[in-house]
């Protein structure tokens, strides 16, 4: 026998979950969305919310970590590292354990903990070590995380920060050997495409005197970030900070994000030496113009 009002507890509990449902689908696209406002040119204003959804505990992870992987970036833009650090550190204690997306990644969270001011390499190699222990054996995050900790025990911290290069080392005795031939032709008679492999070979040979000459006698300049940090770290150890200013200013146009997540590169605030010339000029331009596909409009 029917009764009134029987269906209407059902009803009410049926509203809820719709409109759980719905908060939680919002949530699952949350961080992207927040992420590409950032690479508007917004990353001041946009790193609390951020922030938010990087500690918000249980529910769905995956925004979680996209979350906490853009404000770590952020953070060291705004030369936070021992935040970025913590918040890396704290997720990974949090989620790894239970084998899920985030034990897939590594970056930006291992140079989050390699950028954290610890007092020596061996703290720092130590940190590493406790933390990979809290991630199940055999995944992407935990080799890294250990593979890490055994390499801060052997080699400088530098060559293990991203964007390394052997700035400022003598050529070999041998001469510098290119990958292409294409560095003895006419730079102005070659393809764009051809210019960028000239730029990659230079790069791999580390030759910083052939790659200048273009640059101060031809005017040109890299088309790829990579290239544009690497001329940037020489003009540092060179002294030179109006040009390697110049040059991670090109760098902000030609990045692009590697993942969804990516929101701005590490690279110059990290490396010791082209922190030399991320002057305050530069980061102003990175934290402040849209970058990526958010700069094409």
């Given at each position: 026998m029917f009764i009134a009002g029987s269906l209407c507890p059902r009803t009410e509990a049926g509203r809820v979950t719709e409109s759980r449902a719905k908060e939680e689908h919002a949530f699952m696209n949350s961080?992207?969305?927040l992420i590409s406002h950032a690479r508007e040119g917004r990353f001041?204003?946009?790193?609390?919310?951020?922030?938010?959804i990087a500690r918000r505990p249980g529910g769905a992870r995956g925004p979680v970590w996209?979350?906490?992987a853009a404000s770590i970036q952020i953070l060291m833009w705004l030369d936070r590292p021992g935040e970025a650090a913590d918040l890396a550190e704290a997720l990974i204690r949090t989620d790894a354990p239970a084998g899920g997306e985030l034990c897939?990644?590594?970056?930006?969270?291992?140079?989050?903990l390699l950028a954290a001011p610890e007092d020596s390499q061996e703290a720092l190699a130590d940190r590493f070590a406790a933390v990979a222990a809290t991630v199940p054996a055999g995944r992407?995050?935990?080799?890294?995380?250990?593979?890490?900790?055994?390499?801060?025990?052997?080699?400088?911290?530098?060559?293990?920060?991203?964007?390394?290069a052997?700035?400022?080392?003598a050529a070999p005795p041998a001469g510098v050997q290119h990958r292409s031939p294409l560095v003895d032709r006419d730079f102005d008679s070659l393809t764009d495409r051809e210019r960028r492999v000239v730029?990659?070979?230079?790069?791999?040979?580390?030759?910083?005197?052939?790659?200048h000459d273009l640059v101060a006698q031809g005017g040109h300049a890299p088309a790829q970030y990579a290239d544009c940090c690497w001329m940037a770290g020489w003009y540092a150890v060179e002294g030179d900070v109006e040009r390697g200013e110049a040059m991670l200013i090109a760098a902000h146009s030609r990045w692009h994000p590697y993942m969804k997540w990516d929101a701005v590169p590490t690279c110059p605030v990290l490396q010791p030496t082209l922190r030399q010339v991320t002057t305050d000029r530069v980061r102003e331009h990175y934290l402040t113009r849209p970058i990526g596909p958010e700069a094409k409009g």
């Open positions: 961080a992207e969305k001041r204003e946009t790193l609390p919310h951020l922030l938010e996209e979350a906490a897939d990644q590594d970056m930006p969270f291992d140079e989050a992407v995050l935990q080799k890294r995380l250990h593979w890490l900790s055994e390499q801060l025990t052997q080699r400088p911290l530098e060559e293990l920060l991203p964007g390394y052997p700035w400022g080392a730029w990659q070979s230079l790069r791999t040979a580390n030759d910083f005197p052939r790659a």
